[in-house]
Every structure is written in structure tokens, then in C-alpha cells.
């Protein structure tokens, strides 16, 4: 994708009388040379792994350091028990992105959205699918939102937390995120735009703090 800004990207869907997912989608064609087929096809690739990611989880699996591993059921655990205060949607947003970021440090596959807060995206949107309010293809053209101001971030800023601390990677991954379920939610390419912005935001000036040097324990 060759958007660098989200001006652009929102210009590139105004002028085109086309969604934000289409735009990305026109974007990445040009770009990738792929045909559309190839490129849907890779993006439900991409969301069949997150959705393996989530249901091969196993609760008793730990990380090499013995830092990760077993939060993710001792949420589920917990709002099982009534002790959690946001709601079934929080919980279940909580509990899976622990489980991609557990399996992350476990050195499974996840898809990198980015790789450090690679739960934060399927974890948005796996909820809302399992209860049925969005089908693969919505949360697939969700998917290419998010990608969209993923990319926007990498070009003009970085996806690494060891470089631009942790808005760089559970803020942008948040950023995703929350475009994702907007235009899921069917908001306007702007109004994506502004929840990105929003998200965001509300993490900047956090920086990582390694423990004994592994990024893994602060980033989950």
C-alpha cells in the first residue's frame, strides 16, 4: 500500500466514491500486483490463522523465560466468577488478546498486527464473529481498514516498540483496531479515521521497560 497519510487515504475513497476497504484494497493491488482474488484470499488466510491462534490456546503452556503463559484462562476464569466490572465484550476482548500474545512468547504462529501487541486486532474482532454480528467477509473488509492505517503508521512513524516505546506497537495496534470495528460498526471513512486517532492518543508517551532485557512480559 502506498498511502502516506490518512488524508490520502481518505481522499482516495472520496474521489472514488468507494469504501476505505476498497481504497486499501485498490491501494495494495497497485502496489502488490496481485490479483483482487489473491489478495481476498490472503486476507482470509490472515484472519483463519487468528482464529486458530485463539482455539488452539492452551492454558498451560509457558514462554522459555516462564514470564507468559495462563492469563488469558485466568480471565476467562474470572469473569466466569462475576469479579470483572467491563461486560461480556471487554472480558472476551481481554481474555483474546492475552491468548495471542501468550502464544506469541510461545514462539506459535499469530499474525503480526504488530508482533508485539499481535492480540489486540483479533481480539476486537473475534467476539463480535463468534456472536455472530459480523461474518468473515465484513471483518475481512474490516481487516483491510486496519491494514490501511497500519501502513500509514509504518511509513510515517515505526511499528517497533524498542524504537518509538509502546504507542509504536499497542498503539498502533489499537489505532488498527479501533478503525476495524468503526467501519465494522459502519462508520464513516472519517469517523475511522478520528477513533484511529483517538486510540492512539490515549497511548502515547508510554515507553517499554524491559524485564531482564525480554519485551515480552510489558508488552503483554
Known sequence: MSFLSCEEMLAAARSQKITLAEAVLRSDLDESRLTEEQSRAAMHHLWQ????????????????????????????????????????????VTAEALKTAECNACMKRIVAAPTGSCGVLPAVLLPLARAGEADEEAVCEALYVAAGFGQVIAARATLAGAEGGCQAEVGAASAMAAAALCSLKGGTPEQCAAAAAMALGNLLGLVCDPVAGLVGGPCL
Open 49 to 92: 490463522v487468528m482464529q486458530a491462534t485463539s482455539g488452539e490456546y492452551d492454558p498451560a503452556q509457558r514462554s522459555r523465560s516462564g514470564l507468559s503463559g495462563g492469563d488469558a484462562a485466568k480471565v476467562e476464569q474470572a469473569h466466569k466468577e462475576g469479579k470483572l466490572l467491563g461486560g461480556d465484550y471487554l472480558s472476551a
